[in-house]
C-alpha cells in the first residue's frame, strides 16, 4: 500500500528519528551510531518517509569520497506498523537511483548477524554476502568489524549500468 512519500532528509528530522531509533531497533542502543551529521552533510543520497506529518521511515547514505564507483547505506528503519508495505524496499530504490546518477556501480552495507529480518531483506533487495572469517547458522560475516563484540555481516550490490 503506498500510503507514504518520500523526500530528502533534513536536519529537522534527526530529532524526531533519533527519539524512535532504539525502539524500531526492538530496544537495542542503535543512537549512538547515528549521529546528525548525517542529517547535514549527506541529504542528497538520505531519505524520510512520510505519512502524513508522521516519519515512518528512513535511510541514511552516502557516496564512497575513496571509491568513486561505490555508495554505502549507513542506516536504514521503518516504523513498526508500517512494515511490509515495500517502504524499505522503495527507500532502497531511491537510493539506488541516486547512487546511479552519481556513476557508482556498487552499493555496501553491514548489518548485526543477530538482525536476521536486516539479513532476509538485504538478500531479497539483491545484495550478496561477503565471505567472512566466521559463518553461523549458514550466514558469513567478520568478526568484532566494527570494534570488539561489533560482528558484521557485510553485503555488496552491483547496480545495473
Ligand atoms: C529491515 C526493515 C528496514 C525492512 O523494512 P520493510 O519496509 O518492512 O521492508 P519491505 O516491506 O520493503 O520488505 C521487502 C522484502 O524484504 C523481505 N522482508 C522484510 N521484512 C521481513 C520480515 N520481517 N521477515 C521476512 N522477510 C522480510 C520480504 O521479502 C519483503 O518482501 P515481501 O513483503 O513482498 O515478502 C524493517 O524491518 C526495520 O526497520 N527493521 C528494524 C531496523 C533494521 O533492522 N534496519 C536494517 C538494518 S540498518
Not at 100 to 116: D, E, L
Amino acid at each position: 500500500m503506498d500510503d507514504f512519500t518520500i523526500r530528502h532528509a533534513e536536519p529537522c528530522d534527526y530529532q524526531p528519528i533519533i527519539s524512535v531509533l532504539n525502539d524500531w531497533w526492538d530496544g537495542r542502543i542503535m543512537s549512538d551510531m547515528l549521529p546528525k551529521l548525517f542529517f547535514v552533510h549527506f541529504r542528497e543520497t538520505s531519505f524520510v518517509a512520510e505519512s502524513g506529518v508522521n516519519i515512518v521511515g528512513f535511510l541514511i547514505g552516502f557516496l564512497s569520497q575513496t571509491f568513486p564507483d561505490q555508495a554505502y547505506i549507513h542506516f536504514a528503519g521503518v516504523h513498526p506498523n508500517y512494515r511490509r508495505r515495500g517502504l524499505a524496499c522503495n527507500l532502497y530504490g531511491h537510493f539506488f537511483r541516486a547512487a546511479q546518477k552519481h556513476g557508482c556501480r556498487v552499493v555496501r552495507c553491514v548489518t548485526s548477524p543477530v538482525n536476521k529480518v536486516s539479513i532476509v531483506f538485504h538478500l531479497r533487495m539483491g545484495f550478496s554476502i561477503e565471505p567472512g572469517e566466521r559463518v553461523i547458522e549458514g550466514i558469513s560475516f567478520a568478526e568484532n568489524y566494527d570494534g570488539y563484540g561489533g560482528d558484521r555481516v557485510l553485503f555488496s550490490k552491483l547496480l545495473s549500468a
